[in-house]
């Protein structure tokens, strides 16, 4: 679907249907047309009402609270969901500018745009979107000369096709987003010029000594990849590393899953797709930020020859690993990705992992929200406050001395799965900071995106299955450090 600007206002841009956005106290606003009918209707411009008038060629749609941003967001997404099943081709809507301009047309951009996301590739039979063209006029329902929204609205697009892309990369069948495979689509984003991108097999996992990565990956049939994407400006005010976690399959290994939480697993990759999909978006956009991404891709998988619980691994920094449980993988995989990106990048102000990395942190905070860890507060801070911008909800777990001793083993340096269940996403978090050098502490934080990256119900502006998050909060903390 593609968004459009006009330099006509509203009442005379050409399209089949016409969006008005509503809530209950401008219901009898003198623009409003079908008040009468509205209220004979049963709308009241509250939760997650629609109407339409065919003959009028209007859509009404309640926004729940027009102070609220993600109000807009669901909003435009409900929109798209009751022109679904219609045969209008083409719509319009105002600008809706507050004091802060372009804020409230931007986040209707971005419900259009996400919310009009499906995925049929593996459907005999589909009935896609025949709603083709938006079309935004350029004044306002208060009667006022918008300020023009270009420029936001091309970012939007580019910002919500990543975001689609990071959909459509976790959705697909393991089956097909084998390791290799994924490699292969980071080799395709690099296509763009601005984009450089190295892949290195198992032989040099091997000979590089990243033996906690190797050992996850020893039992798939697929080899693992390890993934280097790089863009460079050449006027970059700030290098930023990602690291994003790659398991596009996770068995749990010997320390098998219930088949009951296996149906999801094709989504362990989702930090990954963040992380892909999210250099994309900044080399498009030409931020000024240089951005490494980092990406471990490999199965967790069963086999004679799978690494095992009591095993003694050694990560790429000479550090070893007492194994405890097999299904604690994405952190052994992340901690030699860790070392090799803090290798790789030279100097650099901030490094950041996403992972789907633990249930612990979907109990902790439900399935909608970000767990956002590390030693620096101010960077914690500004993450939050980048993720409530960008429409993505994120909340910090706090570090403490104790939990830290959870993770300590009796013949290594440390075991991968903490004595405890409880605290699980922190734990984990503290494990990777093992890997973090001293002189970089400050600049990390851990992301863990469990609970938003896949969701089987549909939820504000994302549809069941895969959301993308991490995309929007992440090109918003970046446009940040500009």
């Not at 509250?46 to 807009?72: H, I, N, P």
């Not at 449980?325 to 901030?350: I, M, P, W, Y």
Request: glycine share 8%.
């Amino acid at each position: 679907m593609k968004l459009q600007i006009t330099q006509k206002p509203i009442g005379e841009t050409e399209a089949e249907i016409t969006i008005v956005f509503v809530c209950a106290k401008n219901l009898t606003h003198e623009w409003i047309k079908h008040s009468q009918m509205l209220e004979l209707s049963g709308f009241d411009g509250e939760g997650d009402g629609a109407a339409l008038f065919a003959e009028s060629k209007v859509l009404y749609v309640a926004v729940e609270d027009t102070s609220d941003l993600e109000s807009f967001r669901i909003a435009a997404t409900k929109a798209i969901v009751a022109l679904r099943s219609t045969k209008y081709k083409t719509a319009a809507v105002a600008c809706y500018d507050r004091a802060d301009e372009t804020a409230v047309s931007e986040a209707i951009a971005y419900g259009f745009l996400l919310g009009a996301y499906e995925f049929n590739r593996y459907k005999s039979k589909s009935k896609p979107l025949t709603l083709s063209t938006i079309t935004f006029g350029t004044d306002n329902y208060y009667g006022e000369k918008s300020a023009a929204i270009d420029e936001i609205i091309a970012k939007v697009e580019i910002v919500a096709e990543a975001v689609n892309f990071a959909r459509d990369l976790i959705n697909q069948t393991p089956d097909e987003m084998t390791p290799t495979h994924l490699a292969s689509e980071a080799q395709k984003i690099a296509s763009d010029k601005r984009i450089e991108c190295n892949i290195y097999d198992e032989k040099y996992l091997s000979a590089h000594k990243m033996g906690a990565f190797l050992a996850v990956s020893r039992a798939s049939a697929h080899p693992p990849r390890l993934i280097h994407l790089r863009y460079t400006p050449k006027k970059a005010v700030k290098t930023v590393v990602l690291v994003g976690k790659g398991l596009t399959y996770d068995s749990g290994g010997l320390s098998l899953k219930p088949s009951d939480y296996m149906t999801t697993m094709k989504a362990d990759m989702s930090g990954a797709a963040a992380v892909i999909a999210t250099i994309s978006a900044a080399a498009k956009l030409q931020l000024p930020i240089a951005i490494h991404a980092v990406i471990g891709a490999t199965e967790n998988m069963i086999g004679g020859n799978a690494y095992k619980p009591d095993d003694v691994l050694i990560a790429k920094n000479g550090k070893t690993i007492e194994v405890r449980n097999t299904d604690a993988e994405g952190r052994l995989v992340l901690s030699d990705c860790l070392c090799f990106a803090q290798e790789k990048a030279g100097e650099f102000d901030a490094i950041l992992d996403l992972a789907t990395l633990t249930g612990a942190c979907v109990v902790a905070l439900g399935e909608y929200t970000s767990g956002v860890m590390g030693f620096n507060e101010p960077l914690k801070d500004a993450l939050v406050k980048a993720a409530e911008k960008s429409g993505e909800l994120a909340a910090k777990l706090p570090f403490n001395r104790h939990l830290k001793k959870l993770i300590k083993s009796e013949i290594a340096d440390m075991t991968n799965a903490a004595s405890t269940r409880y605290g699980g996403a922190i734990t984990a978090a503290l494990f990777l900071g093992e890997f973090i050098e001293e002189s970089n502490r400050d600049k990390w934080a851990h992301l863990d995106i469990a609970g938003p990256a896949y969701v089987e119900k549909a939820w504000g502006i994302n549809p069941h299955g895969a959301s993308g998050a991490g995309v929007r909060w992440l090109i918003k903390y970046l446009e940040g450090l500009c």
